[in-house]
Protein backbone atom coordinates (compact mmCIF):
# COMPACT_ATOMS: atom_id res chain seq x y z
CA UNK A 1 0.00 0.00 0.00
CA UNK A 2 0.96 3.57 -0.58
CA UNK A 3 0.77 6.55 1.61
CA UNK A 4 -2.62 6.67 3.83
CA UNK A 5 -4.82 9.49 2.65
CA UNK A 6 -4.32 12.88 4.15
CA UNK A 7 -5.62 12.92 7.71
CA UNK A 8 -9.16 14.65 8.39
CA UNK A 9 -9.25 16.13 4.84
CA UNK A 10 -12.77 17.25 4.10
CA UNK A 11 -13.15 18.08 0.08
CA UNK A 12 -16.26 18.38 -1.77
CA UNK A 13 -16.51 15.60 -4.98
CA UNK A 14 -13.99 17.01 -7.35
CA UNK A 15 -16.34 17.54 -10.07
CA UNK A 16 -16.64 21.71 -9.99
CA UNK A 17 -16.34 24.24 -7.62
CA UNK A 18 -19.07 25.10 -4.42
CA UNK A 19 -19.47 24.89 -1.48
CA UNK A 20 -20.63 21.57 0.58
CA UNK A 21 -23.83 22.57 2.65
CA UNK A 22 -26.07 20.66 4.84
CA UNK A 23 -29.62 20.51 3.73
CA UNK A 24 -32.20 23.54 6.00
CA UNK A 25 -32.96 21.98 9.19
CA UNK A 26 -29.92 19.70 9.56
CA UNK A 27 -27.44 20.13 11.75
CA UNK A 28 -23.29 18.93 12.41
CA UNK A 29 -23.54 16.20 14.55
CA UNK A 30 -27.34 15.33 14.56
CA UNK A 31 -27.45 11.93 15.37
CA UNK A 32 -31.21 11.47 14.14
CA UNK A 33 -32.39 9.64 10.69
CA UNK A 34 -32.54 12.64 7.70
CA UNK A 35 -35.44 12.37 4.61
CA UNK A 36 -34.06 13.74 1.76
CA UNK A 37 -35.23 14.06 -1.71
CA UNK A 38 -33.84 12.18 -4.47
CA UNK A 39 -32.86 13.33 -8.32
CA UNK A 40 -36.28 11.24 -9.23
CA UNK A 41 -38.41 12.50 -6.31
CA UNK A 42 -38.44 10.08 -4.09
CA UNK A 43 -38.46 10.31 -0.07
CA UNK A 44 -34.88 8.98 0.80
CA UNK A 45 -34.10 7.71 4.84
CA UNK A 46 -30.58 8.64 5.48
CA UNK A 47 -29.93 6.68 8.88
CA UNK A 48 -27.19 8.46 10.53
CA UNK A 49 -24.48 5.34 10.92
CA UNK A 50 -23.73 2.37 8.83
CA UNK A 51 -21.59 -0.44 9.79
CA UNK A 52 -19.73 -2.25 7.65
CA UNK A 53 -17.69 -4.90 8.29
CA UNK A 54 -17.54 -3.85 12.51
CA UNK A 55 -16.57 -0.54 11.23
CA UNK A 56 -18.93 2.22 12.18
CA UNK A 57 -19.36 4.97 9.88
CA UNK A 58 -21.69 8.39 9.98
CA UNK A 59 -23.37 9.69 7.46
CA UNK A 60 -25.22 12.94 6.43
CA UNK A 61 -27.25 14.44 3.75
CA UNK A 62 -25.45 17.93 2.17
CA UNK A 63 -25.90 19.98 -0.94
CA UNK A 64 -23.03 20.48 -3.35
CA UNK A 65 -23.47 22.63 -5.86
CA UNK A 66 -27.22 22.37 -6.02
CA UNK A 67 -26.88 18.55 -5.69
CA UNK A 68 -27.57 16.59 -2.86
CA UNK A 69 -25.53 13.44 -1.93
CA UNK A 70 -24.04 11.26 1.21
CA UNK A 71 -21.21 12.59 2.93
CA UNK A 72 -19.60 9.57 5.12
CA UNK A 73 -16.89 9.81 7.30
CA UNK A 74 -14.55 6.67 8.60
CA UNK A 75 -12.15 5.85 10.76
CA UNK A 76 -9.39 3.52 9.65
CA UNK A 77 -6.26 2.63 11.07
CA UNK A 78 -3.16 3.21 8.62
CA UNK A 79 0.61 1.81 10.10
CA UNK A 80 -0.88 1.57 13.86
CA UNK A 81 -2.99 5.02 13.72
CA UNK A 82 -6.84 5.94 13.34
CA UNK A 83 -7.00 8.32 10.27
CA UNK A 84 -10.25 9.84 9.80
CA UNK A 85 -11.77 10.60 6.20
CA UNK A 86 -14.80 11.93 4.39
CA UNK A 87 -16.21 10.47 1.04
CA UNK A 88 -19.06 11.75 -1.00
CA UNK A 89 -21.95 9.49 -2.70
CA UNK A 90 -24.27 10.48 -5.19
CA UNK A 91 -28.05 8.85 -5.39
CA UNK A 92 -28.34 6.06 -7.82
CA UNK A 93 -31.53 4.41 -9.00
CA UNK A 94 -31.32 0.64 -10.57
CA UNK A 95 -34.68 -1.80 -11.07
CA UNK A 96 -36.16 1.21 -8.85
CA UNK A 97 -34.38 1.02 -6.21
CA UNK A 98 -31.89 3.18 -4.61
CA UNK A 99 -28.08 3.26 -4.13
CA UNK A 100 -25.61 5.29 -3.01
CA UNK A 101 -22.60 5.76 -5.67
CA UNK A 102 -18.86 6.95 -4.78
CA UNK A 103 -18.18 10.68 -6.42
CA UNK A 104 -14.46 11.13 -6.98
CA UNK A 105 -12.02 12.71 -4.41
CA UNK A 106 -9.16 13.81 -5.62
CA UNK A 107 -8.59 16.28 -9.09
CA UNK A 108 -5.78 15.39 -12.02
CA UNK A 109 -5.05 17.52 -14.57
CA UNK A 110 -5.30 16.15 -18.39
CA UNK A 111 -1.75 16.06 -18.09
CA UNK A 112 -1.95 13.44 -15.50
CA UNK A 113 -4.28 11.33 -17.34
CA UNK A 114 -2.40 11.34 -20.83
CA UNK A 115 0.59 9.96 -18.60
CA UNK A 116 -1.72 7.35 -16.79
CA UNK A 117 -3.11 6.16 -20.25
CA UNK A 118 -0.08 5.87 -21.77
CA UNK A 119 1.78 2.64 -21.59
CA UNK A 120 5.53 3.15 -20.37
CA UNK A 121 7.20 1.68 -23.62
CA UNK A 122 9.59 -0.94 -21.37
CA UNK A 123 9.15 -2.13 -17.99
CA UNK A 124 8.93 -0.30 -14.95
CA UNK A 125 10.74 -2.25 -11.99
CA UNK A 126 9.16 -1.14 -8.51
CA UNK A 127 9.37 -2.07 -5.19
CA UNK A 128 6.33 -2.20 -2.87
CA UNK A 129 7.38 -0.89 0.85
CA UNK A 130 5.40 -3.05 2.19
CA UNK A 131 7.18 -6.27 0.92
CA UNK A 132 8.42 -6.41 4.39
CA UNK A 133 5.22 -5.59 6.27
CA UNK A 134 3.58 -7.95 8.84
CA UNK A 135 0.75 -8.14 6.45
CA UNK A 136 2.46 -8.85 4.01
CA UNK A 137 3.69 -11.76 5.20
CA UNK A 138 0.78 -13.19 6.83
CA UNK A 139 -0.99 -12.35 3.43
CA UNK A 140 1.77 -12.62 0.61
CA UNK A 141 0.35 -16.59 -0.57
CA UNK A 142 -2.56 -14.96 -1.51
CA UNK A 143 -2.12 -12.15 -3.95
CA UNK A 144 1.85 -11.94 -5.65
CA UNK A 145 2.25 -8.35 -7.37
CA UNK A 146 2.92 -8.07 -10.75
CA UNK A 147 7.34 -8.48 -10.67
CA UNK A 148 6.86 -4.98 -13.33
CA UNK A 149 4.90 -2.63 -14.62
CA UNK A 150 3.82 -1.85 -18.50
CA UNK A 151 1.56 0.87 -17.75
CA UNK A 152 -0.14 2.56 -14.16
CA UNK A 153 -3.02 0.53 -14.38
CA UNK A 154 -0.83 -2.30 -13.42
CA UNK A 155 0.40 -0.27 -10.53
CA UNK A 156 -3.15 0.97 -9.21
CA UNK A 157 -3.78 -2.69 -9.34
CA UNK A 158 -1.54 -3.60 -7.03
CA UNK A 159 -1.97 -0.37 -4.77
CA UNK A 160 -6.08 -1.81 -4.44
CA UNK A 161 -5.15 -5.08 -3.76
CA UNK A 162 -2.48 -4.93 -1.04
CA UNK A 163 -4.84 -1.93 0.72
CA UNK A 164 -7.56 -4.08 0.58
CA UNK A 165 -5.25 -7.30 2.50
CA UNK A 166 -3.12 -4.54 4.68
CA UNK A 167 -6.74 -2.98 5.61
CA UNK A 168 -8.13 -6.81 6.60
CA UNK A 169 -5.03 -6.92 8.56
CA UNK A 170 -5.45 -3.68 10.62
CA UNK A 171 -8.88 -5.29 11.76
CA UNK A 172 -7.77 -8.45 13.43
CA UNK A 173 -7.88 -10.79 10.14
CA UNK A 174 -3.92 -11.42 10.25
CA UNK A 175 -3.41 -15.58 10.95
CA UNK A 176 -2.41 -15.93 6.95
CA UNK A 177 -2.29 -19.57 6.74
CA UNK A 178 -2.61 -20.34 3.73
CA UNK A 179 -5.54 -22.02 3.58
CA UNK A 180 -8.26 -21.36 0.27
CA UNK A 181 -7.81 -20.69 -3.04
CA UNK A 182 -5.30 -17.40 -4.08
CA UNK A 183 -5.82 -15.06 -6.49
CA UNK A 184 -4.16 -16.16 -9.89
CA UNK A 185 -2.54 -14.63 -12.72
CA UNK A 186 -6.03 -14.27 -14.78
CA UNK A 187 -8.10 -13.23 -11.49
CA UNK A 188 -5.12 -10.52 -11.08
CA UNK A 189 -5.61 -9.08 -15.13
CA UNK A 190 -9.36 -9.31 -14.36
CA UNK A 191 -9.26 -6.64 -11.76
CA UNK A 192 -6.38 -4.89 -13.86
CA UNK A 193 -8.89 -4.63 -16.83
CA UNK A 194 -11.56 -3.29 -13.76
CA UNK A 195 -8.88 -0.56 -12.51
CA UNK A 196 -8.20 0.56 -15.96
CA UNK A 197 -12.24 0.93 -16.67
CA UNK A 198 -12.82 2.27 -13.11
CA UNK A 199 -10.06 5.08 -13.88
CA UNK A 200 -11.77 6.01 -17.14
CA UNK A 201 -14.99 6.80 -14.94
CA UNK A 202 -13.25 8.49 -12.62
CA UNK A 203 -11.56 10.69 -15.24
CA UNK A 204 -14.92 11.50 -16.51
CA UNK A 205 -16.05 12.65 -12.73
CA UNK A 206 -18.29 9.33 -12.51
CA UNK A 207 -18.01 6.01 -10.53
CA UNK A 208 -18.76 2.31 -11.50
CA UNK A 209 -22.21 1.66 -10.74
CA UNK A 210 -23.98 -1.77 -10.16
CA UNK A 211 -25.94 -2.39 -13.29
CA UNK A 212 -22.96 -1.88 -15.45
CA UNK A 213 -21.00 -4.53 -13.37
CA UNK A 214 -23.88 -7.22 -13.54
CA UNK A 215 -23.83 -6.84 -17.38
CA UNK A 216 -19.71 -6.93 -17.45
CA UNK A 217 -18.90 -10.37 -17.99
CA UNK A 218 -15.98 -11.94 -16.14
CA UNK A 219 -16.55 -9.52 -13.60
CA UNK A 220 -14.67 -9.71 -10.30
CA UNK A 221 -16.40 -7.94 -7.25
CA UNK A 222 -13.93 -7.43 -4.51
CA UNK A 223 -15.16 -8.20 -1.09
CA UNK A 224 -14.11 -4.77 0.63
CA UNK A 225 -15.18 -5.79 4.40
CA UNK A 226 -16.55 -8.35 6.14
CA UNK A 227 -19.93 -10.24 5.44
CA UNK A 228 -21.73 -12.67 7.34
CA UNK A 229 -23.34 -15.04 4.30
CA UNK A 230 -25.13 -18.44 4.24
CA UNK A 231 -24.14 -21.10 1.65
CA UNK A 232 -27.13 -21.80 -0.64
CA UNK A 233 -26.43 -25.60 -1.00
CA UNK A 234 -25.43 -26.75 2.41
CA UNK A 235 -27.68 -24.04 4.40
CA UNK A 236 -24.58 -23.30 6.82
CA UNK A 237 -22.97 -19.84 7.94
CA UNK A 238 -19.67 -18.53 6.40
CA UNK A 239 -17.91 -15.49 6.16
CA UNK A 240 -16.67 -13.03 3.19
CA UNK A 241 -13.16 -10.73 4.13
CA UNK A 242 -11.99 -8.19 2.72
CA UNK A 243 -9.93 -9.44 -0.27
CA UNK A 244 -12.05 -12.08 -1.42
CA UNK A 245 -13.15 -12.32 -5.15
CA UNK A 246 -17.30 -13.13 -5.69
CA UNK A 247 -18.80 -13.03 -9.56
CA UNK A 248 -22.17 -13.50 -10.73
CA UNK A 249 -23.18 -16.93 -10.63
CA UNK A 250 -27.42 -16.22 -11.76
CA UNK A 251 -28.22 -12.76 -13.45
CA UNK A 252 -30.75 -11.09 -11.01
CA UNK A 253 -34.26 -10.68 -11.63
CA UNK A 254 -35.89 -7.25 -12.33
CA UNK A 255 -37.54 -7.38 -9.12
CA UNK A 256 -34.58 -9.09 -6.70
CA UNK A 257 -32.82 -7.80 -4.62
CA UNK A 258 -30.10 -10.11 -4.00
CA UNK A 259 -27.71 -11.69 -6.20
CA UNK A 260 -26.81 -15.35 -6.42
CA UNK A 261 -22.89 -14.88 -6.40
CA UNK A 262 -20.08 -17.78 -6.09
CA UNK A 263 -17.01 -17.71 -3.89
CA UNK A 264 -14.06 -17.59 -6.72
CA UNK A 265 -11.13 -16.91 -4.49
CA UNK A 266 -11.08 -17.20 -0.16
CA UNK A 267 -8.45 -16.93 2.51
CA UNK A 268 -8.56 -19.35 5.26
CA UNK A 269 -11.65 -18.05 7.42
CA UNK A 270 -13.71 -17.21 4.55
CA UNK A 271 -16.35 -19.01 2.45
CA UNK A 272 -14.59 -21.81 0.32
CA UNK A 273 -13.90 -20.70 -3.31
CA UNK A 274 -16.72 -22.37 -5.22
CA UNK A 275 -19.70 -22.02 -2.55
CA UNK A 276 -22.87 -19.99 -3.79
CA UNK A 277 -23.99 -17.14 -1.49
CA UNK A 278 -26.57 -14.13 -2.36
CA UNK A 279 -26.09 -10.68 -1.95
CA UNK A 280 -28.16 -7.82 -1.59
CA UNK A 281 -27.38 -5.56 -4.37
CA UNK A 282 -26.77 -2.37 -1.97
CA UNK A 283 -23.76 -4.72 -0.40
CA UNK A 284 -22.71 -5.69 -3.85
CA UNK A 285 -22.76 -1.87 -4.75
CA UNK A 286 -21.03 -1.03 -1.34
CA UNK A 287 -18.11 -3.35 -2.79
CA UNK A 288 -17.89 -1.57 -6.37
CA UNK A 289 -17.67 1.60 -4.01
CA UNK A 290 -15.16 0.41 -1.99
CA UNK A 291 -12.84 -0.55 -4.83
CA UNK A 292 -13.61 2.55 -6.49
CA UNK A 293 -12.30 4.61 -3.13
CA UNK A 294 -9.39 2.44 -3.88
CA UNK A 295 -8.40 3.27 -6.99
CA UNK A 296 -9.01 7.02 -7.06
CA UNK A 297 -7.03 6.89 -3.90
CA UNK A 298 -4.38 4.55 -6.26
CA UNK A 299 -4.57 7.35 -8.52
CA UNK A 300 -3.68 9.97 -6.07
CA UNK A 301 0.03 7.92 -4.81
CA UNK A 302 0.59 7.11 -8.33
CA UNK A 303 0.60 10.97 -8.87
CA UNK A 304 3.19 11.37 -6.46
CA UNK A 305 5.36 8.56 -7.96
CA UNK A 306 5.13 9.03 -11.46
CA UNK A 307 8.63 11.02 -11.60
CA UNK A 308 10.29 7.60 -10.38
CA UNK A 309 8.81 5.36 -13.58
CA UNK A 310 12.18 4.86 -15.33
CA UNK A 311 11.46 2.05 -17.86
CA UNK A 312 13.90 -0.30 -18.74
Given amino acids: MGRSP ?17 PTGSTRGRSSTQTVRAP ?26 HET ?39 FDLAFWDFYFAPFGAPWFYTWPWVSAPWYAAWGWYYTPYPYYLDASYWVTDYVVSDMLSDQYEQGYNSGEAKGIAISESNRDQLRTEVEACS ?72 AAGVQVRIALTDLQEMINGFSERVDDGLNDFKNHKGEVHPR
Fill in 200 to 271: RDLKAGQAPVIDTALQTPGYLFAVDSSYDAVSVAEGTNCSLTTGDLIKVSQAPGVTDTSVLMEVVTAKNGSC
Fill in 40 to 65: NGHNVKINPTVNRGGRTITQRAVTHN
Fill in 69 to 107: MIQRTSVRRFGGHNVSRDRFFRFHDFHGFHFFVFAPFWA
Fill in 6 to 22: TAGRTNPPRSGGGTVTR
